[in-house]
């Protein structure tokens, strides 16, 4: 048996049960730099149980649709956030919790220019670039032990437009 998951378009609105959208949506909450750089200020909660917040670079082969969803994982000590360092659009998967597992997963495309920060414990996809390049900046808690459970799909489940 398997499932089928259609893309829908990344909202605030739409992620907001999963983490937060960061984008230069709305007005600016302030102009700074002689009037040159508008700043959207505190568009994520960090969100970290111990360590410290680190900016990783990851370099991701791109992926292509239909996408075969073998496993989510979630970060139980740190929220996370995919910041992309080009105008490509992404793939975001996450999934409730429902006792311990994931739910049934959704599926968001970003628009160019967003990126995304998954509240901790969220189950959610891997990084998954849908062109070239995959270069994103990751933030993310740096510190001991372990922060990652992973949970492999029984069933099959395809990811498409």
């Given amino acids: 048996m398997s499932a089928r998951i259609k893309i829908q378009p990344l909202t605030a609105e739409g992620f907001a049960p999963f983490g937060d959208v960061l ?16 700043r959207y200020h505190d568009r ?11 900016i990783s670079l990851f370099n991701a082969k791109p992926r292509d649709l239909p996408l075969k969803l073998d496993l989510v994982e ?4 740190g929220s996370q956030a995919f910041l992309p360092m080009s105008q490509e659009p992404f793939l975001v998967v996450v999934a409730p919790d429902e006792d311990g597992t994931p739910g049934q ?20 996809g891997v990084l998954t670039p ?24 029984q069933e099959d489940i395809y990811i498409d437009d």
Wanted: proline content about 8%.
């Fill in 130 to 153: 849908l062109a070239a390049p995959g270069l994103f900046a990751v933030v993310d808690r740096i510190g001991e032990g372990p922060n990652l459970q992973e949970h492999w799909f």
């Fill in 74 to 77: 979630r970060h139980p000590d």
């Fill in 44 to 54: 994520a909660v960090l969100d970290f149980n111990d360590g410290r917040a680190g």
């Fill in 105 to 124: 997963p959704i599926a968001f495309r970003t628009q160019p220019g967003q990126g995304i920060n998954f509240h901790r414990g969220t189950w959610h």
């Fill in 23 to 38: 984008d230069v949506s709305g007005d600016p909450d302030k102009i700074i730099n002689q009037g040159m750089c508008g």
